[in-house]
């Protein structure tokens, strides 16, 4: 692998993983008892149009039988329901409860902060390359799942 490539793979390795560790750290200083995963799964279900299995699974990137896991734990920790479509009985849908609805504020409010951050130290809104290369790899990363 050529040095670019292994820079690149370590930048981007870095980069996430600091990011993930970054925001658990500041929603348990919050207060909040759910892992990452469970956060995103929160936060895959607010994005969704219709919040069913196979969407929230499809926003995530995963299998329906891991999204119903999570699901169900999400469930028994009070942050989800499940309730039936008025219009269509057999369609089951994801609903959040008041306390995912708190969890979702603190990490939009943790991301808008990451940003902030970002653009105030590095001047990104200068650096349109820096821009359109995120936008190809997030492109990409996309296209991959």
């Known amino acids: 692998m050529s ?4 820079i690149i793979n370590e930048l981007l390795v870095d980069i996430f ?26 936060e895959a ?8 299995m196979t ?7 995963i299998t329906v039988s891991s999204a119903t896991t999570s699901i169900n734990t999400l469930v028994q920790k009070g942050f989800v329901r499940r309730y039936t479509d008025e219009n269509d009985r057999r ?30 130290d590095l001047k990104v809104e200068e650096d349109e390359v820096l821009i ?4 190809k790899v997030a492109s990409y990363f996309k296209k991959q799942q």
Do not use: C, W
């Not at 993930?20 to 929160?42: D, P, Q, T, W």
């Not at 359109?132 to 936008?135: N, P, R, V, Y």
């Open 45 to 52: 279900i607010s994005l969704s149009d219709e919040p069913n």
């Open 91 to 120: 369609k089951v849908l994801i609903a959040l409860e008041n306390p995912a609805k708190k969890v979702l504020k603190l990490h939009d409010f943790y991301h808008q902060k990451m940003i902030d951050s970002i653009f105030e």
């Open 17 to 42: 993983n600091r990011i993930l560790a970054i925001e658990g750290e500041e929603l348990r200083k919050a207060g909040v008892s759910l892992s990452m995963n469970e956060v995103h799964v929160l």
């Open 132 to 135: 359109a290369s995120l936008k």
């Open 3 to 6: 040095e670019a490539k292994v």
């Open 55 to 61: 969407n929230i699974a499809t926003k995530l990137g």
